[in-house]
Structure formats: structure tokens, C-alpha cells
């Protein structure tokens, strides 16, 4: 496991604005996720786990809000020690690596999916956003090799026209991707300078990277027209057969058949294996998974845990995954991080906290889970999660601590390191530090 990070949040602070009042979702969250690791977040429900990793991913719906702090994301390959703010970034620049660099499983995949795009129509469409230059490489190259086989001379007056179309297509994906680099190359540099130049610089790029794309006016002509547009039909079966490829790499029998499929048609644990597969079509550098088990019989869920640990393997760097079962996190995870009410309680390897838990919720968590060889019945921890609209003051889980002291309906704890990578914010050890 590299000790390279990945991606790092730092005093994130989340809010919904309802009706009843503020929500205050998380509460100041720090993480880090580093390069090939699988990193768990556990907690009850309402705990702020899915609003973290949204907020990573800048998909916090209204009313929700980031309202501070920062996410620095470590994406460029020549210089991995220097990370790029994206909560400064636009959003074009966030649809460019949503999909590509960092990847999502939501948590319900009968809400993820579209009811009325087939299977097929809405993996090929990250195909299609993110590697639009590489599928019209890979439909030149068919129609080339079509000619080769006929005889190798001049191709017939309609593959020549499909073959002009697609390269001058290409052409001008190529010359706006180019547009894009350099601009992005750019701000990168840009990245840590503050003086009023820069900043203006900065605003000026980032408002040319955000103007609606003018791509070839030829091309955009002859694909309005019904007749001359069928020059696609290379393009569309080049994104076909990646579709079924990536299908059949998933373990999906009969992928041909369920790429015609629509979502209502298929079972839950099938409908789970597709958003995973819209998820890695891009092979993406970090994949986030929320509850991808959740609502799947045991059997399917093991189907799912041993297909995201092979995948972790061939596919992608690193895993990002919420759960509420700690077997799971025994099981596939390298580090986790316990939360609370929008509060990070504790931060361990795996084999730290289950060895040793810090934290009192996360002691509680421990407690609650059935042993091997169960003495009495699990203890439980008494109360609920708190309203998040009116929080309760100084630590969040004070209400529901045995360990409760008067600092603790005051204060907020400070997070320390208790030993290498253990973390933990509690004043049971604030005190101790202060001996």
C-alpha cells in the first residue's frame, strides 16, 4: 500500500438548508485516502458517510451546500506531491474527471439507473463523453482493415465518405481535447499563487473552460442530416462491442442480451453489477462505492465484495467504501475511519481498531457485532443519532457516553495521533496529553 495520497479532505463542512433549519451534515471532516489502498467508512445511518464522499465529488444536491474547507485531489501523473484544490474548479472541469478519474456505485441501483435508456445506451455513454477519441480511432481502424480485406485499393464511394466523416471528426476532438490540456496545464501551475495576476488568470481560464464546445461545423451539419448522420454506425458499433466486453469482464452471462435489457428487467444484484460496470467503464483512478451491497441477499453481496476486490486488482488504484457492516471492512478494507454525526470519531488500519478501539462509539460499534463465541447478550448503545439541526454542543456523541465529562458538552475534541496512523478525537485522551 503506497503512501502516496490520493485524494484529502481538509475541515470539510457540509450543510443543508430545509425548511426547518441549517443541517449541519459534517462537521468540519478531514480524511486521506492514499494511492492503492481500500479505505472503509463506517457508521450508523445519518452519521454523514454518503454526504462525504458526495462532497469529494462536488454531486451534493440542493439544498445542500459546501460551506468550507477544502478537497485535493492528486491527478497528475508528473507531480504527484502536488494536489488540485476542486472546490475552486468549475464545473466543467468536474464533469471531465467525474467518470473518468474518480468513479461512483450509488448506494441504490434502482435509483442510479435510468428506467427508460436501455443497458447498453447508458454504459456506452461514458464511453462516449470520456473516450470519444479512442472509439473513433478503433471505428477508423475497422473500416480500414474492412478495405484491406476487399483488396486493399481504393475504398467504395460511401466507406470513403464514412471514413472522411470519422476523421475529421476526430480530428476536431483531438484539437479540443488539446484546448482543454492546455488550459488545464495551465491553471495546474496556477495552482498555489495568490497574487491579484494570478487570480485573474486563474478567472480567465476557468471561464474559457467553461464556454459551450463549437466542435467542426461541417460535422455538425451532416450529422443533422438522417440520411448522411448513418456514417456513425462504425462509432456506434466500436461503443457496442466495449460495452459487451466490459460486460463479460464483469462475470454478466449473455452480455449481448442484457445490453438490449432495460433496468426493470433485470434482478437487483444484476441491476448492481451494471452501475458498477458504468462506474469502471473509464477504468477510473478511484472508485467510491456507497452501500453496494446494501438490499442484495448474502450470496449476491459476496458476489459484489469478491468482484470490487478483483477489480482492485486489474482495474483501478484505490476504493473508497461505505458500509455498515463491519465484517466487510475486516475483510476487504486496508484502513477505515469511524464517524458520528458528521464527525470523524476515530481513524485506524483495520487490524488497529479492531485490535484496539479508542473512541467509545467505535468501542460501542465493536461491541455490538456477534462474536464467534457470544458470552450474554451484544450490548447495544443506548439513544440515536442526534437531530443535525440542532446538534449537541462540544462532542457530538456526548449524550450517548458512559465516558461524559463536563469538557465534553463544551469543547469539540481536537483529533490526535495516538499511535502511527491512530487517530482519534475524544477528550479522554486530550486530557491525557495535557499530563
Known amino acids: 500500500m503506497s503512501a502516496q495520497h490520493l485524494v484529502e479532505t481538509k475541515d470539510l463542512a457540509t450543510n443543508f438548508y430545509t425548511f426547518e433549519g441549517m443541517v449541519r451534515a459534517l462537521n468540519n471532516v478531514s480524511l486521506v485516502v492514499d494511492q492503492g489502498e481500500t479505505y472503509g467508512i463506517v457508521g450508523e445511518s445519518g452519521c454523514g458517510k454518503s454526504v462525504t464522499v458526495r462532497s469529494m465529488m462536488r454531486i451534493v444536491q440542493a439544498p445542500g451546500r459546501i460551506d468550507g474547507g477544502k478537497i485535493v485531489m492528486f491527478l497528475n501523473a508528473e507531480d504527484k506531491n502536488k494536489g488540485i484544490e476542486i472546490l475552486g474548479r468549475t464545473e466543467a472541469y468536474m464533469a471531465s474527471i467525474r467518470g473518468k478519474d ?72 483531438k484539437e479540443y481535447s488539446q484546448r482543454i490540456q492546455t488550459i488545464d496545464n495551465e491553471l495546474y501551475k496556477l495552482e498555489d499563487s ?3 495576476a494570478s487570480l485573474g488568470r486563474k ?76 462506474a469502471l467503464a473509464c477504468h477510473p483512478t478511484l472508485l467510491i462505492a456507497d452501500e453496494p451491497t446494501s438490499n442484495l441477499d448474502v450470496t449476491i453481496q459476496a458476489q459484489i465484495v469478491d468482484l470490487i476486490r478483483e477489480l482492485k486488482k486489474t482495474a483501478i488504484s484505490s476504493v473508497v467504501f461505505i458500509t455498515h457492516d463491519l465484517g466487510i471492512v475486516a475483510e476487504i478494507c486496508d484502513r477505515v475511519t469511524v464517524m458520528y454525526a458528521g464527525d470523524v470519531a476515530e481513524t485506524a488500519t483495520v487490524k488497529e481498531l479492531f485490535r484496539n478501539p479508542l473512541h467509545p462509539y ?23 443519532v442526534p437531530n443535525l439541526i440542532r446538534p449537541p454542543s462540544g462532542c457530538r456523541f456526548h449524550p450517548r457516553c458512559k465516558h461524559k465529562m463536563a469538557i465534553c458538552e463544551q469543547e469539540k475534541p481536537a483529533t490526535l495521533e495516538i499511535g502511527p496512523g491512530h487517530l482519534v478525537a475524544c477528550h479522554l485522551y486530550t486530557k491525557d496529553q495535557s499530563k
Not at 477519441?133 to 471505428?139: I, P, R, V
Open 102 to 173: 474518480v468513479s461512483m456505485i450509488f448506494q441504490e441501483p434502482g435509483a442510479a439507473l435510468n428506467p427508460v435508456l436501455s443497458i447498453h445506451q447508458q454504459i456506452a455513454e461514458s464511453y462516449e463523453f470520456h473516450r470519444m477519441d479512442e472509439m473513433l480511432e478503433k471505428s477508423i481502424e475497422s473500416l480500414e482493415a474492412q478495405v484491406k480485406e476487399r483488396g486493399g485499393g481504393r475504398p467504395g464511394l460511401w466507406t470513403g465518405i464514412k471514413l472522411s466523416m470519422l476523421k475529421r471528426e476526430l480530428k476536431s476532438h
Open 194 to 196: 495568490t497574487d491579484p
Open 203 to 278: 478567472h480567465e481560464l476557468n471561464h474559457e473552460r467553461d464556454k459551450p464546445v463549437r466542435g467542426d461545423a461541417f460535422v455538425g451539419f451532416v450529422r443533422r442530416v438522417p440520411f448522411l448522420r448513418r456514417y456513425r454506425r462504425a462509432l456506434d458499433k466500436t461503443v457496442e462491442a466495449q460495452v459487451i466486453d466490459l460486460l463479460r469482464s464483469l462475470g454478466i452471462p449473455n452480455p449481448e442480451n442484457i445490453a438490449k435489457r432495460y433496468p426493470h428487467e433485470l434482478s437487483g444484484g444484476m441491476q448492481q453489477r451494471i452501475v458498477i460496470a458504468i
Open 362 to 384: 467505535a468501542q460501542g460499534l465493536l461491541d455490538a457485532v456477534p462474536k464467534e463465541v457470544q458470552e450474554g447478550e451484544l450490548t447495544i448503545i443506548p439513544g440515536a
